[in-house]
Nanobody, 119 residues
Framework: QVQLVESGGGLVQPGGSLRLSCTAS????????VGWYRQAPGKQRELVAL???????TYADSVKGRFTISRDINKNTVYLQMNSLKPEDTAVYSC?????????????WGQGTQVTVSS
């Protein structure tokens, strides 16, 4: 199993920045992808940024050029640097880890962290 702990959410004014962190523990070696998702009130959860074990990075069109996903392998941590934040970025942001044990895939989720962009 994999445990994910997120931190870094909060209230920020439009145009501001936040950095989210997601630290993994447990069966780290089984992780094949780590991503950040968000869900705004009344909307479906959507992918924000995804980092695969092979190094491929994918961003939602709405955050390209503003958000950056990165990782520190030594700390088992993935970061989401969010710049030029907009009110429409307000959502609960959750970290997801996809794992593969050789025969099946399992998704693990963190508890989520609230990001509110408001003046």
């Amino acid at each position: 199993q994999v445990q994910l702990v997120e931190s870094g959410g909060g209230l920020v004014q439009p145009g501001g920045s936040l950095r989210l962190s997601c630290t993994a523990s447990g069966s780290i070696g089984s992780i094949v992808a780590v991503g950040w998702y968000r869900q705004a009130p009344g909307k479906q959860r959507e992918l924000v940024a995804l980092f695969t074990a092979g190094g491929t990075i994918t961003y939602a069109d709405s955050v390209k050029g503003r958000f950056t996903i990165s990782r520190d392998i030594n700390k088992n941590t993935v970061y989401l640097q969010m710049n030029s934040l907009k009110p429409e970025d307000t959502a609960v942001y959750s970290c997801n880890a996809g794992t593969w044990d050789g025969s099946s895939e399992t998704d693990y989720w963190g508890q989520g962290t609230q990001v509110t962009v408001s003046s």
